[in-house]
């Protein structure tokens, strides 16, 4: 590759039209005074692998890897960071300038999640924290959110056995946390301070089954799906009198993580949120006048 080329970058998913990572990386990278192309690549359902060779092929630096294939980006890596391997799934990839070093993975999820909740204030640290869903979502996050030491941690999932297994596989990150799990619909009709969805309902306008005791006047419902609206959970944590937000700042924060593992310089987020959530916006609105 010639020195003057920019530096390849992209993210692979399935679908990845949707995707604001581009938006977002060339944000950081005009703030920072990098050079770099940043691409959307849809991959099939099957064909993982072979795409991201072709993109090694090609030069590529770096890769943020979305649904479905964060756990085969897991298993392509030869070598983990310790969060990857204790969500089991990588988001962000580093590959070597020469075929004979190894593929890095990472998971910067979890750690993007703490320091959004962090940007907005949100204490973690003794407090009770309940999580929505045991799936892949979840499972990325827990190991940041356990390392911040809250005094109790639920995870409540439709089908509880999930749960059960996701405990007792973080139980040793647990440290004095009560760490539990329960089923979706038996959640204990108690306040909790922070109140995380990682289920995919509010992607269907759906509200998973939950008791109006969970929301008092201090608590947090944080959605990790985010849009130019607020979303159903976050419609009924708010009208409960809680503080509703959404996981804009998450994909922000953990897209600032990766840009950090590739290029050893941390960005500013605050003016990419803004920027994001204007775009979001303005897309919204094309769309309704269509």
Not at 59 to 81: Q, W
Not at 222 to 234: E, I
Not at 265 to 287: G, M, S, Y
């Amino acid at each position: 590759m010639a020195t003057n080329t920019p530096a390849l970058y992209a993210v692979i998913g399935n679908p990845i039209e949707h995707s604001r990572s581009p938006l977002i990386h060339r944000a950081f990278a005009r703030q920072v005074g990098i050079e770099l192309t940043y691409e959307k690549i849809w991959a099939p359902i099957d064909g993982f692998e072979e795409a991201v060779a072709a993109f090694i092929e090609r030069g590529g630096r770096g890769m943020n890897v979305t649904v479905p294939f964060k756990l085969e980006a897991f298993d392509l890596a030869t070598t983990h960071s310790e969060r990857a391997q204790r969500a089991l799934a990588a988001n962000t990839l580093v590959f070597p300038e020469s075929g004979d070093e190894p593929i890095y993975a990472d998971n910067t999820d979890g750690v993007g999640l703490v320091n959004d909740l962090a940007f907005h204030g949100v204490e973690i640290t003794r407090r009770r924290l309940l999580i929505l869903g045991a799936g892949g979502a979840t499972r990325g996050v827990l190991a940041p959110l356990l390392q911040q030491a809250p005094q109790e941690l639920v995870v409540a999932n439709r089908n509880p056995e999930r749960a059960y297994g996701l405990v007792e596989e973080f139980s040793d990150a647990a440290g004095d946390c009560l760490l539990s799990g329960c089923p979706l619909a038996g959640i204990e009709e108690s306040r909790f301070d922070l109140i995380i969805n990682a289920t995919p309902a509010s992607l269907t306008a759906q509200l998973p089954p939950l008791p109006d005791a969970l929301v008092g006047s201090g608590t947090v419902t944080y959605d990790m799906a985010y849009g130019a609206k607020p979303t159903v959970f976050m419609e009924w944590g708010a009208s409960r009198g809680g503080r509703a937000l959404d996981g804009l700042g998450m994909l922000v924060e953990q897209a600032a993580e990766s840009f950090t593992l590739w290029h050893g310089k941390r960005p500013d987020t605050a003016p990419v949120r803004e920027l994001l959530r204007e775009a979001i916006r303005a897309a919204a609105e094309r769309e309704a006048e269509d």
